[in-house]
């Protein structure tokens, strides 16, 4: 078995983030992210829903929210052990708590109504200051117009 990374680095259009994948607290939900980083699943999909001063949204190749991978939905893996914090990256889900696939969101602010409701599943460690500057959404929807996307995300080399 070859070691994988635990960091993922994408590629936005202002520079590089570095995200620091949590396999001790969610082991599904950080291999998801690790395998479909190395087929190239997020290159160009778009951050559809973007909240100003709470989060990111993005990982659905149609770009509605509605959309995820080919590959079966997660099991929950919510923790108290850690917190949605600023640069925290959570999965996406529908109501449904083990219906998360390929989407994730990045945290702007702290989140705490969120805590043990999502799986955490990494944290930005460098480039929060590209995330930043993702073009936001409108209204509380945060759905976006002509939204910036993800050039690429792969594991860490």
Same mark, same amino acid.
């Given at each position: 078995?070859?070691?994988?990374s635990d960091?993922?680095?994408m ?5 590089d ?9 969610a082991?599904l939900a950080a291999?998801r992210l ?11 999909v778009?951050?559809h829903?973007v909240?100003? *001063?709470?989060?990111?949204q993005?990982?659905d190749p ?5 959309g *995820? ?9 919510f923790?108290?052990?850690a ?6 990256i959570?999965m ?5 708590p ?5 989407q994730f969101?990045i945290?702007f602010?702290p ?7 999502y799986?955490?599943v990494?944290?930005?460690v460098e ?11 409108? *209204?509380?929807?945060?759905t ?8 690429s995300m792969?594991?860490?080399?």
């Open positions: 078995m070859t070691e994988t960091r993922l680095v590629k936005l259009k202002t520079g983030v570095v995200i620091q994948l949590r396999p001790d607290i082991p291999e690790r395998s479909l980083s190395e087929q190239g699943f997020y290159d160009g778009k951050f829903r909240i100003e *001063g709470f989060m990111a993005g990982g149609t770009g509605t929210g509605t *995820g991978s080919d590959l079966p939905d997660l099991k929950a893996e923790t108290r052990e917190k949605f914090e600023r640069g925290t959570g996406a889900r529908t109501m449904n083990n219906s998360a696939n390929s969101f945290m602010q989140s705490p109504h969120l805590d043990g409701q799986t955490i990494g944290q930005v480039g929060m200051e590209h995330v930043d500057q993702i073009k936001r959404g409108a *209204g509380s929807s945060g976006v117009k002509e939204p910036d996307a993800i050039i792969r594991p860490a080399a």
